[in-house]
Nanobody
Framework: QVQPVESGGGLVQAWGSLRLSCVPSGRTFRTSLSSMVWFRQAPGKEREFVATISWRGLTTYYADSVKGRFTISRDNAKNTVYLQMNSLKHEDTAAYYC???????????????????WGQGTQVTVSS
């Protein structure tokens, strides 16, 4: 079983920054050929797309609500994907989930159906 493991969440004041990391665990799974994504889910709300990155890191997409504030990146040598979050707002408070596409070389998707391996999430709380 492959499961991405997220880390880096926590409590931060508004306008602060956090960097989330995602590393797969379980059986050996190299994410270097997979699109990766971050979603988030606030209490009582549906899971929503945040950002995604192609397997080589050449293509990225962002939700309008985070564009210009968040940056997704990857280090394939470390098998790690990052989400740098700056200028955090109270409305960014949510559990953040990392996911990987098990189909290699496929273009990044902005829907949950495009990803097969999901992490347990890391909580980000922004105090206003």
């Amino acid at each position: 079983q492959v499961q991405p493991v997220e880390s880096g969440g926590g409590l931060v004041q508004a306008w602060g920054s956090l960097r989330l990391s995602c590393v797969p665990s379980g059986r050996t799974f190299r994410t270097s050929l997979s699109s990766m994504v971050w979603f988030r889910q606030a209490p009582g709300k549906e899971r929503e797309f945040v950002a995604t990155i192609s397997w080589r890191g050449l293509t990225t997409y962002y939700a309008d609500s985070v564009k210009g504030r968040f940056t997704i990146s990857r280090d394939n040598a470390k098998n790690t994907v990052y989400l740098q979050m700056n200028s955090l707002k109270h409305e960014d408070t949510a559990a953040y989930y990392c996911a990987a596409d098990s189909t290699p070389l496929r273009a990044p998707a902005r829907v949950t159906a495009g990803y097969d391996y999901w992490g347990q999430g890391t909580q980000v709380t922004v105090s206003s």
